[in-house]
């Protein structure tokens, strides 16, 4: 779940009086649902790819068949069952940004 902060600004208006504007601002979230996470990290390359397999129930938290509300955290184990076996792979980090660099999925998820 997001968490969103209202923050004043102050603005300087050519009549001098002050105009306050909100402003949401993002916080840094600690879980992220586990068909957006797949295809932030560069797992799969499309979030409806990835929603799709949790759909189909070949995606697995902690050894849990997912749902694609479920939500993934840091420490969490992810196993994707393809039908030339299973992969597995560890939470690292929740990425901020809707993808990474491919250069940086070692920084989010480390294959098992």
Not at 4 to 10: D, F, S, V
Not at 32 to 59: F, I, P, Q
Not at 81 to 109: C, F, H, M, R, W
């Amino acid at each position: 779940m997001l968490v969103y902060r209202i923050i004043n600004l102050k603005a300087n208006s050519p009549t001098k009086t002050d105009k306050i504007l909100n402003k949401k601002v993002k916080y840094e979230s600690d879980n992220m649902r586990v068909d957006k996470w797949l295809a932030a990290v560069n797992v799969v390359k499309r979030r409806t790819v990835a929603s799709d397999m949790v759909k189909s129930g070949v995606v697995f938290i902690n050894n849990m068949k997912a749902k694609a509300s479920k939500n993934v955290v840091i420490g969490d184990k992810v196993s994707i069952e393809y039908l030339k076996g299973a992969k597995n792979y560890e939470v690292l980090q929740i990425p901020t940004t809707k993808t990474i660099p491919k250069s940086k999925k070692d920084e989010y998820v480390k294959e098992l």
